[in-house]
């Protein structure tokens, strides 16, 4: 009865290769979306999608590709991958943008570029 | 969104109540305070939000000052599993603002 899933929960990999994270919500709501926690700490949002449609794209690099098949999933794909890209990736979902202020967060993917 | 301080770290003894607290000294009449926390290796988790009346919930309850300023978090019977990063969060509340913008947060160890 997961509310918020994310696979994997885990990723090492190598400087230059392509990797996807994906995410799924089981709570029928509208607007999901990706976060990034780095080493020290600090949680920042990245991306988010209201309806399959994209709201935020904050300053992240292009290397970074969010994609909505449909309301219960956004997937995050990243590109030609960097250590600075080693973080946990958070996926969280909201009813609505209105009620953006109550998001149900996953449980994160640690990413690891070596 | 209005700036948030919170002090990095507190104690707590179990069982005991934890009080945190949180200001927003620039908070605007239309801004909401939120908390959320995180449990290590866990996705934040929200708790509760108010404007400007005190709020309980099964969590926890909010106390905002009557000017708005500042406010506390409180966590009646602390236990062992309370112990987690507590975020003070100050936004418009709904309509086109969807983000949540999280500061360094408050350490609560609640200790045996």
């Known amino acids: 009865d997961t509310a918020v899933s994310q696979t994997p929960k885990y990723l090492v990999t190598q400087m230059g290769n392509d990797k996807s994270i994906k995410c799924e919500q089981n709570l029928g709501h509208d607007t999901m979306y990706w976060y990034k926690q780095d080493s020290k700490k600090f949680l920042k949002i990245m991306f988010s999608?209201?309806?399959?449609?994209?709201?935020i794209n904050e300053t992240v690099p292009n290397r970074f590709s969010p994609k909505s098949p449909d309301k219960a999933h956004l997937n995050l794909h990243i590109n030609s991958l960097e250590l600075g890209d080693s973080a946990v990736y958070f996926c969280?979902?909201?009813?609505?943008?209105?009620?953006?202020?109550?998001?149900?967060f996953g449980p994160g993917t640690r990413l690891t570029v070596t | 969104d209005a700036k948030t301080t919170q002090p990095p770290s507190m104690d707590c003894a179990e069982g005991r109540a934890a009080n945190l607290p949180c200001n927003h000294s620039t908070i605007s009449g239309n801004e909401y305070v939120y908390w959320y926390r995180q449990i290590h290796s866990q996705g934040p988790q929200y708790i509760i939000h108010?404007?400007?009346n005190n709020e309980t919930n099964e969590m926890a309850s909010l106390i905002i000052t009557e000017d708005r300023k500042s406010s506390t978090l409180i966590l009646p019977h602390a236990t062992l599993r309370d112990t987690a990063v507590y975020y003070c969060?100050?936004?418009?509340?709904?309509?086109?603002?969807?983000?949540?913008?999280f500061g360094k947060g408050t350490l609560l160890t609640v200790n045996p």
């Open positions: 969060i100050v936004r418009v509340g709904g309509g086109s603002n969807y983000k949540l913008t």
């Open positions: 108010g404007l400007k």
């Open positions: 999608y209201n309806n399959k449609e994209l709201i």
């Open positions: 969280a979902s909201s009813q609505d943008t209105v009620r953006a202020y109550e998001q149900y």
